[in-house]
């Protein structure tokens, strides 16, 4: 099992960062309906493979983020 929930960690880090899903798009070169619908999407964004093995093995998958540190 993925612990994780893609839309509200970016609504969150989006409220952090005083920015908007918009916003992002535009820095990394894509549409806002696409982020969106990749925020939202019910499908998960990594390996299905990957998570399986993982889950067969005994593990569950779990992301962290940690803020960079600026140079």
Excluded at 8 to 37: F, H, L, W
Excluded at 45 to 60: R, S
């Amino acid at each position: 099992m993925l612990k994780n929930n893609i839309e509200m960690d970016i609504k969150m880090r989006c409220i952090e960062k005083s920015t908007t899903q918009a916003k992002i798009a535009e820095n990394i070169g894509t549409s806002p309906s696409y982020v969106n619908k990749i925020i939202r999407s019910k499908e998960q964004i990594m390996n299905k493979t990957f998570l399986a093995m993982m889950e067969d093995l005994g593990f569950d998958v779990e992301l962290n983020y940690v803020e960079r540190k600026e140079s």
